[in-house]
């Protein structure tokens, strides 16, 4: 697993936290399919989500909560427009240097990982959305007290979950995935080459049949579907090199036709590459601007 590990870093060292405000059209993913060390909590403010998480589907609608624990292979598919929170944290920030009754019957468990949250997190008013909204406004300003009233926000999260029993014993996944590893490994490394469906099987001694059926109920994908969408995640990365064409990105990525690779492009993008990569440029340049206002503001 160690190949779908976030390579991004969320925070740094004395405030391991990251906040996302994302959004999503229909039928459109909105992210990989990844794991990280790090807790997430992720709150729909409107829509529908659908997160695989080991393969499962869950629906998770607006108003709704749900929490991913620490090494879990997941990714998540708007089925309506939507809009989402999303805190990406080490649980750590939560505990405490003194232990009280709270700590040691709730806070400690959970960080120790004996205690899980029970999805999704049904909030019947407005106290977490009003929360997540209030870590929004802290994360972008970034004033000296920010990261305090983050914190703070946090627990206040925790202390909704402990007060409405969402808190429950972690039961251990007993599931064997050291195949699927292997073949998520495989792909990773070998996605230029040719691969099919039959050759991942022999990989790890499976009949055909089955490991397609295996292979989905773990990824939520079929292998041929999973290969194409890594090789286009690979080529949203290239695209950002403006000196690449699309036929030489094609053809880095494992497609051998650059026409077939436009067509899947669109159906997991919902736009050609050429359109990707126009976006990326504007986005960019907004960032940068951004960055540029900011800097000014401060001298």
Same mark, same amino acid.
């Given at each position: 697993?160690?190949?779908?590990?976030?390579?991004?870093?969320?925070?740094?060292?004395?405030?391991?936290?990251?906040?996302?405000?994302?959004?999503?059209?229909?039928?459109?993913?909105?992210?990989?399919?990844?794991?990280?060390?790090?807790?997430?909590?992720? =709150? @729909?403010?409107?829509?529908? %989500? &659908?997160? #695989?998480?080991? $393969?499962?589907?869950? *629906?998770? /609608?607006?108003?709704?909560?749900?929490?991913?624990?620490?090494?879990?292979?997941?990714?998540?598919?708007?089925?309506?427009?939507?809009?989402?929170?999303?805190?990406?944290?080490?649980?750590?920030?939560?505990?405490?240097?003194?232990?009280? =009754? @709270?700590?040691?019957?709730? %806070? &400690?468990? #959970?960080?120790? $990982?004996?205690?899980? *949250?029970? /999805?999704?997190?049904?909030?019947?008013?407005?106290?977490?959305?009003?929360?997540?909204?209030?870590?929004?406004?802290?994360?972008?300003?970034?004033?000296?007290?920010?990261?305090?009233?983050?914190?703070?926000?946090?627990?206040?999260?925790?202390?909704?979950?402990?007060?409405?029993?969402?808190?429950?014993?972690?039961?251990?996944?007993?599931?064997?995935?050291?195949?699927?590893?292997?073949?998520?490994?495989?792909?990773?490394?070998?996605?230029?080459?040719?691969?099919?469906?039959?050759?991942?099987?022999?990989?790890?001694?499976?009949?055909?049949?089955?490991?397609?059926?295996?292979?989905?109920?773990?990824?939520?994908?079929?292998?041929?579907?999973?290969?194409?969408?890594?090789?286009?995640?690979?080529?949203?990365?290239?695209?950002?090199?403006?000196?690449?064409?699309?036929?030489?990105?094609?053809?880095?990525?494992?497609?051998?036709?650059?026409?077939?690779?436009?067509?899947?492009?669109?159906?997991?993008?919902?736009?050609?590459?050429?359109?990707?990569?126009?976006?990326?440029?504007?986005?960019?340049?907004?960032?940068?601007?951004?960055?540029?206002?900011?800097?000014?503001?401060?001298?």
């Amino acid at each position: 697993m160690k190949s779908f590990r976030e390579k991004h870093s969320h925070g740094d060292r004395l405030f391991p936290f990251e906040f996302f405000d994302q959004s999503g059209e229909v039928n459109e993913q909105v992210c990989f399919l990844h794991w990280h060390d790090e807790i997430e909590w992720l =709150y @729909v403010c409107e829509g529908k %989500i &659908n997160i #695989f998480v080991d $393969g499962i589907s869950h *629906i998770i /609608n607006a108003g709704e909560m749900y929490a991913l624990e620490p090494h879990i292979l997941h990714y998540m598919i708007a089925i309506e427009k939507s809009r989402y929170l999303t805190c990406v944290f080490d649980r750590h920030l939560l505990e405490f240097a003194l232990a009280d =009754y @709270v700590s040691c019957q709730y %806070i &400690n468990p #959970f960080i120790e $990982g004996k205690l899980t *949250i029970k /999805n999704p997190v049904i909030c019947s008013d407005l106290r977490i959305q009003n929360t997540f909204f209030n870590i929004l406004n802290e994360y972008k300003n970034q004033q000296i007290s920010s990261q305090l009233s983050i914190k703070l926000n946090l627990l206040y999260i925790f202390q909704d979950l402990i007060e409405n029993n969402y808190l429950i014993p972690l039961e251990q996944n007993k599931h064997n995935l050291l195949a699927v590893e292997k073949v998520l490994q495989y792909i990773e490394k070998n996605y230029q080459e040719k691969i099919t469906s039959q050759s991942l099987a022999q990989l790890v001694n499976y009949n055909h049949q089955y490991f397609s059926r295996y292979f989905k109920e773990n990824t939520g994908y079929t292998p041929i579907e999973y290969i194409n969408h890594y090789r286009i995640e690979k080529a949203c990365e290239l695209l950002f090199d403006m000196d690449l064409s699309i036929l030489s990105i094609s053809v880095e990525c494992g497609f051998d036709s650059c026409s077939y690779f436009i067509k899947k492009f669109k159906e997991i993008k919902s736009m050609s590459p050429k359109q990707y990569r126009k976006v990326l440029l504007e986005n960019y340049e907004k960032e940068q601007r951004y960055l540029m206002s900011k800097s000014v503001k401060k001298s």
